[in-house]
């Protein structure tokens, strides 16, 4: 009988992390579940992987509550509230058939702890799988509340069979009594089977640079804003997003395409000239960075750019895959106009010369190693 797991993600498709996890986990034989926040906002996003993830043997389960939009902070508190408590229920009244619960940051770390604590009948494993560490992130969460949510976070810790972090960079955050059942498994893409082509009228004249993902404060997309001798395409959601429509409608070097699948992101991002990682080193989160941006940038032999002080600068420069500047907008402008064309093809071919190192199909056996390890 094929052991029954359930993976679980606050936004489960707006990142590669999740799907590329159940995928793999579903061809190493285990019957797979999949459970997510229907924002709203969101909602034909989760339709179309429904959709896709069923005809894979895959089910979805997603949690309503209410029209919840990105990057509004405090103002969807409740809806958040009432999500930990939909996905606690859930587990109260479903739990007891998964081996193993895989829950993906903070959000879903913590009902998928609390329904242990809830209900001793429930028996399922947990693996906390932790991205992005929510006490560093870039909001206005008070520093108390940080506090809580780091002392509540390492108590989730102990409780997992296993740990999971994108890159050594972490194991700052992780105590040190429980690196031994830490893992890394980083963000490397997992190569769409079927290519989709969305061409973009890109420029000839001047370099073209890509941002994609989270359209926020911290991602220096206010520094992109500024600059006018590159044409600049935008992909995503996020707090900035009615601002970046503004400034296209009224700049003509500036694109906004919307928010892009993964395949459609690919053709866009092998169109373009470099990658725009250039994230805000005063946050700590940003200092540990470890994006999907920049294994994407490996596997389709592209060029980045990214800040100093963000953990990423020291790889770029090690292997010689794109280029650092510091976080001002002079400084970027500097950086853009030193670029040749000569220079690109280089850095590009040296990405995609590493990029075996850091593939999916060896993070891919790490995890299905440490799945067979707790689930016997």
Not at 78 to 89: A, H, P, S, T, W
Not at 164 to 183: G, M
Not at 328 to 338: A, R
């Amino acid at each position: 009988m094929k052991k029954k797991i359930l993976l679980a993600q606050n936004s489960a498709f707006i990142a590669n992390r999740l799907p590329r996890a159940a995928k793999a986990l579903k061809e190493a034989n285990y019957d797979v579940d999949i459970l997510n926040w229907n924002r709203g906002v969101n909602s034909s996003v989760i339709e179309a992987a429904t959709e896709n993830f069923k005809k894979e043997g895959i089910t979805v389960h997603s949690i309503y509550c209410g029209n919840t939009p990105y990057g509004k902070g405090i103002i969807t508190i409740v809806n958040k509230l009432l999500f930990i408590i939909k996905v606690i229920l859930f587990l109260c009244k479903s739990g007891q058939q998964y081996k193993v619960v895989h829950a993906i940051d903070f959000d879903l770390g913590l009902p998928v702890f609390l329904a242990k604590l809830i209900n001793p009948k429930l028996k399922y494993k947990i693996i906390y799988d932790i991205a992005d560490f929510v006490e560093t992130f870039h909001s206005p969460i008070p520093i108390f509340v940080r506090k809580i949510i780091k002392s509540i976070s390492e108590k989730i810790m102990k409780s997992a069979e296993i740990i999971i972090i994108p890159d050594q960079n972490r194991f700052r955050n992780i105590p040190k009594a429980l690196h031994e059942k830490t893992i890394i498994i980083n963000n490397s893409i997992d190569p769409p089977k079927e290519k989709v082509e969305y061409p973009i009228e890109k420029s000839f004249n001047l370099l073209n640079v890509f941002y994609y993902g989270a359209l926020s404060r911290d991602r220096g997309i206010e520094l992109l804003l500024q600059q006018q001798d590159i044409c600049i395409w935008f992909a995503g959601k996020g707090e900035l997003q009615e601002d970046i429509i503004k400034a296209a409608e009224i700049n003509s070097n500036i694109n906004y395409l919307g928010y892009l699948s993964l395949p459609e992101i690919l053709s866009v991002a092998s169109q373009t000239d470099i990658i725009y990682m250039v994230y805000d080193p005063t946050y700590q989160h940003n200092q540990i960075a470890s994006p999907n941006k920049l294994y994407e940038a490996l596997y389709l032999g592209k060029p980045c750019i990214v800040s100093e002080n963000t953990s990423i600068d020291l790889f770029v420069d090690k292997y010689d895959i794109g280029y650092v500047t510091k976080f001002d907008v002079l400084s970027l402008k500097q950086t853009f106009s030193g670029i040749n064309q000569i220079e690109l093809l280089e850095k590009g071919k040296n990405a995609e010369l590493i990029y075996p190192q850091f593939s999916w199909e060896h993070s891919k056996n790490k995890l299905i190693e440490n799945y067979s390890s707790i689930c016997g």
